[in-house]
């Protein structure tokens, strides 16, 4: 099929105008989904949406979808359809889609993709033709070789700007890319830090793993509906989390593989870090169960997450700064213990790990235990009341172990 399209710049980067039908769109792109795809960046698609949009199209006769659809495309496969007119000076390019032999990964949809979903459902539900040959405009991106980055910072500003939707995952994302070395920015170990802290955030927030977890829906992802969601900013728990995570990294194989990566023009394997970030969230998860055990009075019942879809406290510092900071730096302080004690602590295998969990956790709790503070001692106002510096982490660790100096 032959389509025609005009071609255009802003600021180097190559755009191409064209119309297609919902067929044609259909067949020939898809959307990246984070977790499916190894570049995807977008969450799945809202269904309640999709079934809006389909009902809305069905009852009127008269649908208008204006707006443009955003594909994408990578350069090197832009050159195997792209098809220029003879003897005509102009911006006007062919572009003969049955060439790239590449089906529905030729274009990637960046935004529309619940118009076009919407117009496939009425199709399939009606078997009425006029919806799936139905019109509409598109601008396709071309993106330069191993520069995805510019795709994902384009979905970027689309949804923060014009939608009220989280785009919290594009952090992750991106974080993600520069590990699969498409963006300029050369892979570093801060980098890989960067990316483990920004999963584990995810996970513990989002995964179905987790979802009784005290953490779920607990971290203010960035660019969140609501302003009040969630109890502590991803920045400042990745902060406390940070340590541990660089911990076992600096002990981990992963830490000599992206070394021995970085030196090769092969892409890492980002499976090995997922792995590793699901590990450390399970570290994570459970030693806040014993916290839990200790304070509970700090959280929302597990019962009550259907309701309130949370189970963190506004009226308590335990999983603000403060204490997330604390607790953390408790657990740095055992890990370490253990070192100078002469025990290895890797997470290189399923058995090193289970060790080092379960180590951890009857250190953990055998100092909770000990600990004169009481659930009530957490409340707003309280004696952990402007402690949200180093130093101020520092002075609540000792109130939680006194007997232990760092």
């Known amino acids: 099929m032959n389509i025609v399209a005009i071609e255009y710049f802003q600021h180097n980067l190559r755009f191409l105008s064209t119309v297609m039908s919902v067929k044609t769109i259909h067949e020939n792109s898809k959307v990246l989904i984070y977790g499916k795809d190894q570049y995807g960046y977008q969450r799945e698609l809202d269904e309640k949406h999709i079934e809006k949009i389909k009902r809305n199209i069905i009852n009127n006769d008269n649908t208008l979808l204006p707006t443009s659809i955003i594909l994408s495309i990578d350069e090197k496969d832009v050159c195997k359809i792209e098809k220029p007119f003879v003897d005509l000076d102009c911006n006007f390019i062919n572009l003969d889609l049955e060439e790239s032999n590449l089906g529905n990964e030729l274009f990637r949809i960046v935004d529309g993709q619940h118009r076009l979903a919407g117009l496939r459902a009425a199709y399939d539900e009606t078997n009425n033709p006029s919806f799936i040959n139905f ?68 996970l513990l ?140 602590i890797t997470m290189n295998n399923t058995a090193a790990r289970d060790r080092v969990i379960s180590e951890v956790l009857n250190d953990f709790v055998s100092i909770l235990s000990s600990s004169v503070v009481r659930a009530e001692d957490w409340k707003n106002g309280g004696q952990f009341a402007g402690l949200t510096s180093g130093s101020g982490f520092k002075i609540a660790v000792n109130l939680i172990y006194p007997k232990r100096e760092e």
């Open 135 to 202: 019109k509409l405009n598109v601008v396709i991106l071309v993106i330069p070789n191993q520069q995805r980055s510019i795709e994902v910072n384009i979905f970027n500003d689309i949804n923060s700007t014009q939608k009220k939707l989280k785009t919290d995952l594009i952090e992750l994302v991106r974080a993600k890319y520069i590990l699969l070395g498409e963006t300029p920015i050369p892979i570093k170990d801060s980098g890989v830090v960067n990316y483990i802290g920004m999963n584990v955030a995810n």
């Open 205 to 344: 927030n989002e995964d179905e793993f987790f979802k009784n977890g005290v953490w779920r829906n607990a971290i203010q992802l960035v660019g969140s509906v609501e302003a009040t969601e969630g109890i502590i900013g991803v920045s400042a728990f990745k902060k406390a989390i940070s340590p541990i995570l660089r911990f076992f990294y600096n002990r981990s194989e992963l830490k000599e593989y992206i070394k021995e990566m970085a030196q090769t023009d092969e892409k890492i394997n980002i499976d090995r870090l997922n792995e590793f970030s699901f590990e450390l969230a399970q570290l994570i998860d459970k030693v806040w169960e014993e916290v839990e055990k200790k304070w509970g009075l700090c959280f929302k019942d597990s019962s009550q997450l259907d309701k309130y879809g949370y189970r963190y406290s506004d009226g308590f510092y335990l999983q603000k700064t403060t204490g997330a900071n604390a607790i953390m730096r408790i657990i740095m302080m055992i890990l370490k213990d253990k070192e100078k004690d002469g025990s290895r």
